[in-house]
Nanobody, 126 residues
Framework: HVQLVESGGNSVQAGGSLRLSCAASGYTYPANCMAWFRQAPGKEREGVASLYTGTDSTDYHASVQGRFTISRDNHKNSIILQMNSLRSEDTAVYYC????????????????????WGQGTQVTVS
């Protein structure tokens, strides 16, 4: 039973920082690819950052490039999303996702490429 549990969501002022963590269990860690997605009210879920564990290659949505950093903590079987210079438009529920099977690089920020999801954590920037 694969389980992903996010933590770290909070309310913060614009310009501030947050660190999200996703603890993974139930499969052979690490998955082929792990990622963070977000969904704002009334909008579709979108890929924010991904990490391909084979090479630690990362991809970012253009709107967070240079502000967000995805990384992994192998000791804790988790992935981290460090979010700096937060803006009001970053307000959303943030979801952790993992996919054990290989995927093409172009799919790493696509919702349909992932089979395992966490329950989400709320980030509010005001």
């Amino acid at each position: 039973h694969v389980q992903l549990v996010e933590s770290g969501g909070n309310s913060v002022q614009a310009g501030g920082s947050l660190r999200l963590s996703c603890a993974a269990s139930g499969y052979t860690y690490p998955a082929n690819c792990m990622a963070w997605f977000r969904q704002a009210p009334g909008k579709e879920r979108e890929g924010v950052a991904s990490l391909y564990t084979g090479t630690d290659s990362t991809d970012y949505h253009a709107s967070v490039q240079g502000r967000f950093t995805i990384s992994r903590d192998n000791h804790k079987n988790s992935i981290i999303l460090q979010m700096n210079s937060l803006r009001s438009e970053d307000t959303a529920v943030y979801y952790c996702a993992a996919e054990p099977d290989p995927m093409p690089p172009a799919a790493r920020l696509m919702v349909l490429a992932y089979n395992y999801w966490g329950q989400g954590t709320q980030v509010t920037v005001s």
